[in-house]
């Protein structure tokens, strides 16, 4: 009896000294614990919603918004739903993302590069260019960006014109192309010469190389691309665009484009705060290219400008993009700052949605789902680009 | 061997573990056969029942005043930047007409009106903090609208001020009224029902308008100042106090026109009735108290001096036993009366030519007696 015990405690000893009991044991305890919390969360929430007398549907989401939004591309009318009040909202978020990206990536890339130049004025405008931004808070330079500068600007009464062009606190007006009855045929013509262009110049290219002589394609390709579309605007029956240009009527500018001032302080935040980092990133990465590889490339009689787009930036380019996903992942997060300037992204109508219905739970998690949604495509895009860039050993 | 047993030993602890959770996670999951089978064998389990289906609202104690009477503070969700309603003075304090109703409730509790604790919150945030108990009360020019009454799960208290919305312009935009407003862009804050009635303004008169969105009414205010919209659209209470702040509020106007009834008062969360009566009777005690005029001067020389007026008695706690049946001190009203004021000190001490200076003779904040709308159930 006695013996068996001291064996059981025996054994059981040499458990506890197991390091991979212990560590199963750990996991499992870990495991239950997130359950618990979890489930204790969820009740809460669920208890809460019980005493209140609300639930968890998406019918709200049919229900009339009563409230409009400003926007030319997509404007919502007040009796629109909320649902459709969330699509204005996204479209405005992916607006403001996707021009974004294109532009603090191209600013990025020039600072980056410029971070590095020999030009003592050019190098000394980016790094304190570079470290004002990153060394500041988003939100206060958008506050800056909009309330200093932005809405300092003259206001209508005092507007400043430029010829065709508009401008004041209420946005950037610029004369618009209306397309008319040809404009489709011209369109068709301008297609069909982008492409009659790309092929003469892949020709003349060719050509070129097989004959080691100099054969000019760009100048080749250009007749056909400007040419043919000239041609059609000349013998197509009417003008396939008129202009229209803005002008004041009662209390606002009708006709034109406009770029709201809002839209352009959120872009304009975004794409500079974002540009500071990339730019810091692209100049690591050229300047984790070994140098005698850029020495190589100058021995073999590359200019300066060829070393740095044929030889450093392809090969700095896999050490770019790791991080610059991370950047642009902020970005596209960090667009949701766009309330404190006005501009009615997702963030911004979706609050609103919330308070007008009350549906805080589920249009908060329809809010992050699709923040996340938004954030993987990047993740899955970049990583698409690293895995092309990568080296393929064989 | 000894490693191969440890192992599965390990694995189905844990799943045991698992299935434990699980199994007793399941359970509570299923109130609705718990109930049916309550129905059918009424002697069986009546502790049971009785902790599953009484409602709250035929509870004896509130759970609400509990809570608040252990934690020693209401959590008060106020404005922060509304002159004359909430607004943080640079004293760092809470000031303003909602303000002092939440220490009026304080005093009620714990006879102490510093025994509240501000929560500053925006438009947008105010409901959400109400659902998930972050606040007890929100003083904070709520309107009072069915589907919020309905749909949010908060219940209204009764109303402290009659507002209506407005639109404030620029003197010399050559705007008299909502119809010269067509295509004007207009201010508005996030998520209120300002931003619905502007919709339904405009809509009716047959104009257009294009709203600019903001978080905050100071955002809104700077955007205004600064020319970028034309209008700036608010409950005409909070228009008073926001042009007191822009740059020059001379050269601003309000315009005639009421888009809408704003009834502003508390509001607490659905599911405590008893919680809400409290709050209820501490407002009607505040305007009953103007009525009979009583003030904070003289609360305590009336209470002692045995008045005739058996409302009076019975307001001030002499007569009856109406501060125990909200689960209050017996003299609760003189406490408040003294340190807060009645409804007319209140409205005077903010809102009075001192305050933002909205008037109040003639307009619906006039008391019942001199052709307004502050009104109060009899106190019997």
């Known amino acids: 009896m006695l013996r068996s015990f001291q064996g059981s405690l025996k054994s059981f000893s040499r458990f506890s000294r197991d390091i991979r009991f212990l560590q199963a044991l750990a996991q499992a305890a870990f495991v239950v614990l997130v359950v618990a919390v979890g489930r204790w969360l969820l009740g809460n929430l669920l208890d809460a919603l019980d005493t209140r007398g609300l639930d968890l549907s998406f019918g709200f989401l049919s229900r009339t918004a009563g409230f409009p939004v400003a926007d030319e591309a997509l404007p919502l009318e007040r009796s629109d739903s909320y649902l459709d009040a969330y699509f204005v909202g996204l479209a405005n978020t992916l607006q403001v993302v996707v021009l974004g990206l294109i532009l603090s990536t191209a600013l990025g890339v020039f600072t980056g590069i410029s971070l590095l130049s020999s030009n003592w004025l050019l190098r000394t405008i980016s790094q304190a260019y570079v470290e004002l931004m990153r060394n500041t808070p988003l939100l206060v330079q958008l506050f800056f960006l909009y309330s200093a500068v932005i809405l300092k600007l003259p206001e209508l009464a005092d507007r400043l014109t430029l010829g065709p062009f508009i401008l004041s606190n209420r946005g950037f007006f610029t004369p618009r192309a209306v397309p008319q009855e040809s404009s489709r045929a011209w369109l068709l013509l301008a297609v069909v010469s982008a492409l009659l262009a790309l092929w003469t110049y892949r020709r003349q290219l060719d050509r070129g190389l097989r004959e080691g002589k100099e054969t000019r394609p760009a100048l080749w390709a250009a007749v056909p691309l400007f040419g043919l579309p000239l041609l059609g605007w000349l013998v197509l029956p009417g003008e396939p665009f008129t202009a229209e240009f803005p002008q004041l009527e009662g209390l606002r500018i009708v006709g034109g484009s406009r770029l709201s001032p809002e839209f352009a302080a959120i872009l304009i935040g975004l794409v500079i705060y974002t540009a500071a980092f990339i730019a810091e990133i692209v100049r690591a990465g050229i300047q984790a290219v070994p140098h005698g590889l850029r020495e190589a490339s100058l021995a073999t009689g590359l200019t300066r400008a060829q070393t740095l787009r044929l030889v450093i930036l392809p090969v700095a380019l896999r050490v770019i993009i790791p991080p610059t996903t991370n950047q642009y992942l902020n970005l596209a997060k960090n667009s949701s700052l766009a309330i404190g300037v006005g501009y009615p992204d997702l963030y911004s109508i979706s609050q609103t949605i919330f308070n007008q219905s009350g549906q805080a739970v589920q249009v908060i998690a329809m809010m992050m789902g699709t923040y996340l949604a938004l954030s993987l495509i990047i993740s899955a895009g970049m990583n698409l680009i690293n895995a092309r860039l990568k080296i393929r050993e064989r | ?380």
């Not at chain 2, 252990?70 to 640079?90: H, Q, Y």
């Not at chain 2, 009026?104 to 945030?125: G, M, Q």
């Not at chain 2, 069915?146 to 001020?161: A, K, N, Q």
């Not at chain 2, 809400?276 to 501490?282: A, E, P």
Request: aromatic share 8%.
């Open chain 2, 1 to 380: 061997m000894l490693r191969k047993t440890s192992v599965q030993l390990t694995t189905s602890l844990a799943l045991g573990l698992l299935l434990a959770f699980a199994l007793s996670a399941c359970q509570p999951a299923e109130p609705e056969i718990r109930e049916v089978r309550v129905v059918e064998t009424q002697e069986v389990q009546v502790v049971q029942t009785q902790q599953v289906q009484v409602p709250v609202e035929f509870q004896m104690e509130s759970a609400r005043l509990q809570a608040v009477k252990d934690s020693g503070a209401v959590r008060c969700g106020v404005n922060s930047g509304v002159p004359g309603f909430g607004f943080l003075n640079d004293q760092g304090e809470f000031v303003g007409f909602d303000s002092d109703f939440c220490r009026a409730l304080a005093v009620a509790i714990f006879n102490d009106a510093t025994a509240v604790e501000f929560r500053p919150l925006t438009a947008a945030e105010r409901f959400t903090a109400l659902q998930t108990n972050e606040v007890d009360i929100l003083i904070r020019n709520t309107t009072w609208t069915l589907s919020r009454d309905v749909e949010l799960g908060t219940d209204f208290g009764p109303t402290t001020f009659y507002d209506g919305q407005g639109m404030m312009v620029r003197l010399d935009g050559g705007i008299s009224s909502l119809d010269d407003m067509d295509g004007a862009t207009v201010c508005v804050l996030a998520g209120t029902t300002t931003e619905l009635n502007l919709a339904d303004a405009f809509s009716s008169r047959g104009r257009t308008y294009e709203p600019l969105v903001f978080g905050t009414s100071d955002e809104t205010r700077v955007a205004y100042d600064e020319g970028r919209c034309d209008g700036l659209t608010s409950d005409k209470s909070q228009l008073a106090g926001l042009r007191t702040a822009l740059a020059n509020p001379a050269d601003h106007v309000i315009l005639p026109e009421t888009m809408s009834k704003e009834p502003l008062g508390p509001v607490w969360a659905q599911g405590d009735q008893q919680w809400g009566d409290v709050v209820r009777w501490v407002v009607n005690a505040i305007i009953i108290a103007e009525e009979k005029g009583i003030t904070s001067q003289n609360v305590e020389e009336i209470a002692a001096s045995d008045p005739q007026d058996p409302e009076v008695r019975r307001l001030l706690g002499i007569e009856g036993e109406f501060g125990a049946l909200l689960g209050l001190a017996p003299d609760f009203v003189v406490n408040v009366i003294r340190e807060v004021g009645n409804y007319g000190e209140i409205y005077d001490h903010h809102l009075g030519p001192a305050g933002t200076d909205i008037p109040r003779e003639g307009s619906l904040n006039a008391l019942w007696t001199q052709g307004g709308l502050i009104y109060a159930p009899p106190w019997r």
